[in-house]
């Protein structure tokens, strides 16, 4: 379903500031994969991100999604196929859009309608939808998504992206702004409605608990690479202390080869 092969991305290359944030990225996803995504802070996680969703072009490597070498599209094409969250409450939504609105632009896009002609069958399915978040939004239709609170904006931006039905779902760390309550209740509603789309997901979370629970796969990211990808049995038995030595052992060895490196 995706395939990353061989991905690098230097930032500021040939000066001080040089940051090599991709070395060598492969990644294969088979098609319903839920991958939860792990890594101390600056391991290249939303560069991945931003690498399939197309942000920059790579400086080496392919990215395939259902089959299409996408590596050369623009941002704006991958965005038909590849659905986005960020932690950021405010970037998915337009504020000063109407819930009702906020839900057309989307789902008018998948169904190639005109923009903003909500019929009464839109209205009744978007309330069904809004209904099964059980956030009291239902009735709200015709609020200004502005005034929503964080995690109802999530909520939302996650609606309206499983609405578009997208080949593959990113979430970066999407509950982490909100409040611990609210972040299980957007998780809970997230994997409600992967499952329910049969979505192809990644998530990125700092959360190990959660990473290890939700999802079919976890992978560990560090330094530009992936150091560890658990499925089956191997992550059903991990555990999240383990999760960190694990994270300890690699980061040591990393560190090692850098210092023969620097010799
Ligand atoms: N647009 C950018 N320009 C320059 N450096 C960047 C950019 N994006 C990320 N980086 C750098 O690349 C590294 C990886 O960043 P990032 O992927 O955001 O990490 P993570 O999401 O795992 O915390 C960091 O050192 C970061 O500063
Ligand atoms: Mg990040």
Known sequence: MLTVKNVKKTFYPGTPNEKRALNDVSLELDAGDFVTIIGSNGAGKSTLFNAIGGAFWVDAGSIHLDGKNITSWKDYKRAYDIGRVFQDTLKGTAPNLTIEENLALAYTRKAKKSLFAVSRDDRDFFRTLLEKLNLGLEDRLKAKVGQLSGGQ???????????????????????????????????????????????????????????????????????????????????????????????????????????????
């Open 153 to 263: 904006r999530q909520a939302v931006s996650l609606l309206m992206c499983t609405i578009a039905e997208p080949k593959l779902l990113l979430l970066d760390e999407h509950t982490a702004a909100l409040d611990p309550a609210t972040a299980e209740k957007v998780l809970a509603i997230t994997v409600e409605l992967v499952e329910a789309g049969k979505i192809t997901t990644m998530m990125i979370t700092h959360d190990m608990q959660a990473a290890l629970s939700i999802g079919n796969r976890t992978i560990m990211m560090d330094d530009g690479g992936i150091i560890l990808d658990l499925s089956g049995k191997e992550r059903a038995d991990m555990t999240v202390d383990r999760l960190l030595t694990c994270y300890t052992e690699a980061s040591k060895k990393k560190l090692a080869n850098d210092r023969m490196l620097l010799r």
